[in-house]
C-alpha cells in the first residue's frame, strides 16, 4: 500500500509538471500562429494509449512514462522528423518565425514551470503557514558529529544564531551549512559559556566528501517507538517503548549515544540494558551486518514545533522567497554532480518517487511537486541540445550573430543532445535499482 501511494502521488505531480511545461510551449506558438502537430503526455513511441486530434493538433497519452513533448510543425526536436525539413519552409512553420518569437517558444516551458513553483509555495503558505523550530526549543541539545568536534562544537551545544542572526528555524542549520555559505555559528555549550565558532570557507565540500550530511541532530532520549518485523530487537525481545539505559554495560543519555556505541561495536554480541515498566531488563542480541538490530525512535523530536499563519498578501512575499531559496540551493547543490562521489549520488524515477510520503498528504504532495517543478525549470536551462537550453542557445546564437545554424548541424546536435539524455537517464535509474538491491 505504501508503494502504491508514493506511486500515485508521483504520477499526479508528474503528469501535472509534464502537461503545464508543454502548455508553455504550446500557448505562445498558438500566439504565434505556429502549427503545433502533436500535444503528448508521455512519450508514444509507435502507439499511444489515447488519442483525439482536435483542430491541427493531435492530443493524446503515450505508454512511456518518461515525459512528454509538443511537436511544433518546422523545429528539429525529439520526434527527429527530418524529412519535414527537407521541405521548402511553410508559413506557419516554426522555422519561418522571426528569431525573438522562437525565443519565447522555447523558454515558455521553464517560464510556467518557475511561475508554478512560486504560485504553489504562496498556496502553501497561505492555506498552511510555516513550521519552524525556535533555537530555544532544542530541550536537550544537539548531538554533533565528530568531524564537527574538531571544530570546536560539543554533544549538547544549543545553537542560537548563524552569521550573527537569530534563524527563523534553527533545525536548518545542517541545510544552511551546506548549502548557503555559514561562515560562523554561535553556541551555549552544556557549562553556559556562550561562544562563537567560526567555519571554514568550504565547508560544504567537507560535508560532501565525508558524507556527513547532517552534522548536527537535536538529542532524544533513547526510547524506542518502532520495531522491525522479523529484526534482530524483535527476535531477541526488545520491545516498543522499552528505554535503552545502557550499550556492552557504557551509560547511554541520548539516542545518538546508543546509535554511536552500537555502530562502533566489536563484540558479536550487543547487549542491551533497557527499561520497561520501571524494571531493568538486560537483553543479549546478535546484529545485522551493519552493526543495526532494526529499531527506530523517529517519533521522539527533542524538539517543540512553533506555528506561524500568513495572509494571503504576507504569503505572496514568503512564497516568492521560498521559491527563489529553493533555486539558489538547488543551483549550489548542483556542482556536486560533477564529482566522482556525485555520479554515484544520482537518482532517477525510484529516488524521486521516494521523496514523497508513504502516506496522502497534500501538504507534502504540493511541496514536493513545487519544489520538482523549479528543479525541472532549471534542468530544462542547461545548454544542452535536445533540453529547451540547447535550443535556446542556438536561438541566441543566431539573434547575436545574424546567422542561423545549418539544419544538418541542428539535426546533429539533437541526437547528441538525445542520446547523452539517455545516458544520463540510464546512470540515474541504474543508480537506483544498484541502490535498490544493495538495501
Request: charged fraction near 20%; glycine fraction near 8%.
Amino acid at each position: 500500500m505504501e508503494i502504491l501511494i508514493k506511486a500515485s502521488q508521483f504520477i499526479l505531480s508528474l503528469s501535472f509538471l509534464i502537461v503545464l511545461h508543454e502548455l508553455g510551449h504550446f500557448i505562445p506558438a498558438k500566439i504565434f500562429k505556429t502549427r503545433v502537430e502533436k500535444f503528448y503526455l508521455f512519450f508514444d513511441y509507435k502507439f499511444s494509449l489515447l488519442k483525439k486530434k482536435i483542430g491541427e493538433t493531435e492530443y493524446g497519452i503515450g505508454w512511456i512514462p518518461l515525459g512528454g513533448y509538443v511537436k511544433i510543425s518546422g523545429m528539429i526536436d525529439e520526434s527527429m522528423d527530418t524529412e519535414q525539413m527537407k521541405q521548402p519552409a511553410q508559413p506557419w512553420e516554426f522555422r519561418s518565425k522571426p528569431a525573438w518569437q522562437r525565443l519565447i517558444i522555447m523558454l515558455g516551458g521553464v517560464i510556467v514551470n518557475f511561475i508554478l513553483g512560486i504560485l504553489i509555495y504562496i498556496m502553501i503558505t497561505f492555506v498552511w503557514g510555516i513550521d519552524f523550530v525556535k533555537p530555544d526549543s532544542i530541550k536537550n541539545g544537539f548531538a554533533v558529529h565528530e568531524t564537527f568536534k574538531e571544530f570546536g562544537f560539543k554533544d549538547g551545544d544549543k545553537i542560537t544564531k548563524f552569521n550573527g542572526e537569530v534563524p527563523l528555524d534553527v533545525t536548518d542549520v545542517n541545510k544552511h551549512l551546506f548549502l548557503r555559505g555559514i561562515t560562523s555559528l554561535e553556541v551555549i555549550h552544556e557549562d553556559g559559556i556562550t561562544e562563537t565558532i567560526a567555519i571554514p570557507e568550504d565547508i560544504g565540500s567537507i560535508m560532501w566528501e565525508k558524507g556527513v550530511m547532517e552534522p548536527f541532530s537535536a538529542r532524544t532520549i533513547p526510547i524506542i517507538d518502532t520495531v522491525v518485523v522479523g529484526s534482530p530487537a524483535e527476535k531477541f525481545g526488545i520491545l516498543k517503548n522499552d528505554k535503552i539505559i545502557a550499550v556492552n554495560n557504557t551509560p547511554v543519555s541520548y539516542w545518538q549515544e546508543f546509535s554511536m556505541l552500537a555502530s562502533k561495536a566489536t563484540e558479536e554480541k550487543l547487549t542491551l540494558d533497557v527499561e520497561r515498566d520501571g524494571v531493568i531488563k538486560s537483553i543479549s542480541i546478535v546484529p545485522n551486518e551493519d552493526k543495526t538490530i532494526g529499531v527506530s525512535n523517529y517519533l521522539q523530536r527533542g524538539f517543540s514545533i512553533d506555528h506561524k499563519d500568513y495572509s494571503f498578501l504576507e504569503s505572496i512575499s514568503k512564497g516568492n522567497s521560498l521559491a527563489i531559496w529553493t533555486l539558489k540551493d538547488y543551483i549550489t547543490q548542483f556542482k556536486y554532480v560533477f564529482t566522482k562521489k556525485g555520479a554515484t549520488s544520482i537518482g532517477g524515477f525510484i529516488a524521486i518517487g521516494n521523496i514523497f510520503p508513504s502516506t496522502w498528504s497534500w501538504k507534502s504532495f504540493w511541496g514536493i511537486t513545487a519544489f520538482l517543478s523549479i528543479m525541472l525549470g532549471f534542468m530544462n536551462l542547461l545548454p544542452i541540445p535536445a533540453l529547451d537550453g540547447g535550443h535556446v542557445v542556438f536561438t541566441l546564437y543566431e539573434m547575436i550573430t545574424g546567422r542561423k545554424p545549418n539544419d544538418k548541424f541542428l539535426e546533429y546536435a539533437q541526437i547528441t543532445g538525445f542520446i547523452l539524455l539517455i545516458a544520463l537517464l540510464l546512470l540515474a535509474n541504474g543508480n537506483d535499482i544498484v541502490k535498490l538491491f544493495s538495501n
